[in-house]
């Protein structure tokens, strides 16, 4: 400003001195307020010029300007590219901010100082059933219609969460939300959402798990009880005593089996999966299952007092020369439990059919009965500890209810899977699928 004023007075001057010295002063006077006015004009059409090229599309293009309009332009320009470099670096840490958000496993929803959505991530959206664009700008509560949560947003504070219904597609289990509301800025508010289904499915699985552990153990000691007590207040003759002995004998085996198939379940829940280095002859294994299923058949036969032998038609395909690679133990259970489960809830009469096959990638072993067969809403919960279709008739057979959740867990433990097909009527089939990693031939053992 300083340069540009002394050079408007330099060329005052250069016009006034000559016209001073050959017209006079006043005429000097005259034409040196003619260049100060020709300057201001050329200064106001420049000024223009300016606005209107800060106002156009490209201001970053060369305009050819000169002079201390030149230097004016050039500073303006470098602010300019600077903000915009500025406006550009803080629109991508929002987009990466954004996208952090939205790949939350939690929802995000930005609500304005009157509870209007400003904005929600897809998973906010999934849980409270909102549409992230559609719904902007509505109230939350007018689209979460839920009485919890209606009351929890009129409180003054929000120092805890809470729990409400959530909006799922699942149609076998209600979707459970922990929903806490969190204030920021100026009267803003943000809330944050959280799928707590598996925590709140684990804790009623492990409510229910004591109460059934506590109803089975309860059940033979209060026969072993009452027994006690009659065998020590009433004097009976032999043949009473040793009934009485028997069914007390029944009880205990029936809790010492409750806590062993415990103890089998912690070990194997507690345990590194199995290695391949034990090898497990299928022919070996399937005889000793097929023994035990005759024998249990026998005495489900015998249960009213005539033990005719094994009362339903057995059909074990011959064992191929196959080698599981897998703890005995562990595999003996698992399979034994299938066959145990078929013969109990078979009737007198059934057919229970068991085949060991392979393909690609895996060997299946399938248990096949003519039993009554399950309805399609009990067949994800089968193998959940002490599930049980029917009480009633699951007491009568005599099982723990942890049959299943054994197998499972040993198929998963070698890296296979249990599957469940069922048709009530008709029958089931129980299989054991294990990666065909697992197998070996005998003749593939002797080398």
Not at 70 to 85: A, P, S, T, Y
Not at 97 to 126: F, K, M, Y
Not at 180 to 206: F, P
């Amino acid at each position: 400003m300083l340069m540009a004023m002394l050079g408007l007075m330099f060329w005052a001057l250069l016009v006034a001195v000559p016209v001073w010295i050959f017209v006079g002063s006043q005429a000097a006077v005259w034409s040196a307020c003619g260049v100060v006015v020709l300057a201001h004009l050329r200064s106001l059409w420049m000024t223009q010029r300016i606005e209107r090229w800060l106002s156009g599309p490209d201001v970053l293009a060369d305009g050819h300007w000169r002079g201390i309009w030149g230097e004016i332009v050039q500073r303006l320009q470098r602010l300019l590219i600077q903000r915009d470099k500025q406006a550009a670096n803080a629109q991508a840490r929002l987009q990466r901010l954004l996208e952090a958000i939205q790949a939350s496993p939690n929802g995000v929803t930005l609500l304005d100082n009157e509870g209007r959505i400003e904005w929600c991530n897809d998973t906010a959206a999934s849980h409270l059933g909102l549409d992230a664009k559609r719904d902007l700008l509505q109230h939350v509560v007018h689209l979460v219609r839920d009485p919890v949560f209606s009351r929890y947003f009129a409180q003054h504070t929000h120092d805890s969460e809470v729990i409400i219904e959530g909006r799922g597609n699942s149609l076998t289990q209600n979707i459970k939300l922990s929903v806490h509301l969190h204030a920021y800025g100026e009267g803003h508010q943000m809330l944050l959402s959280r799928d707590i289904t598996a925590v709140a499915l684990a804790d009623a699985m492990r409510r229910d798990f004591v109460a059934n552990v506590s109803h089975e153990i309860r059940t033979p000691l209060t026969v072993l009880s009452g027994f006690v007590e009659t065998l020590q207040s009433i004097p009976l003759d032999e043949e009473e005593r040793q009934s009485y002995l028997h069914l007390m004998s029944v009880q205990a085996e029936r809790m010492q089996s409750l806590v062993a198939d415990l103890l089998t379940l912690s070990q194997l829940e507690g345990s590194l999966p199995p290695g391949k280095h034990e090898r497990t002859p299928l022919p070996e294994l399937m005889a000793q299952v097929l023994s035990d299923a005759r024998s249990l058949s026998s005495v489900l036969s015998g249960q009213g007092g005539d033990e005719r032998g094994p009362v339903h038609e057995l059909v074990f395909e011959s064992s191929p020369p196959w080698v599981l690679l897998g703890v005995r133990s562990e595999l003996l259970s698992a399979i034994s439990n299938l066959v145990s489960n078929a013969v109990r809830y078979t009737p007198a009469g059934g057919r229970i059919q068991t085949k060991w096959s392979t393909s690609t990638d895996c060997v299946t072993f399938s248990v096949t009965d003519t039993g009554p067969g399950i309805a399609p809403e009990h067949l994800p919960r089968l193998s959940e500890r002490f599930y049980r279709v029917d009480r009633s008739r699951s007491r009568e057979t005599g099982g723990t209810g942890l049959g299943l959740a054994i197998a499972k867990h040993v198929v998963q433990r070698h890296g296979g899977e249990l599957r469940i097909e069922s048709q009530v009527g008709v029958g089931s089939t129980f299989m054991l699928v294990f990666p065909a990693s697992r197998l070996e031939t005998l003749s593939d053992q002797t080398h």
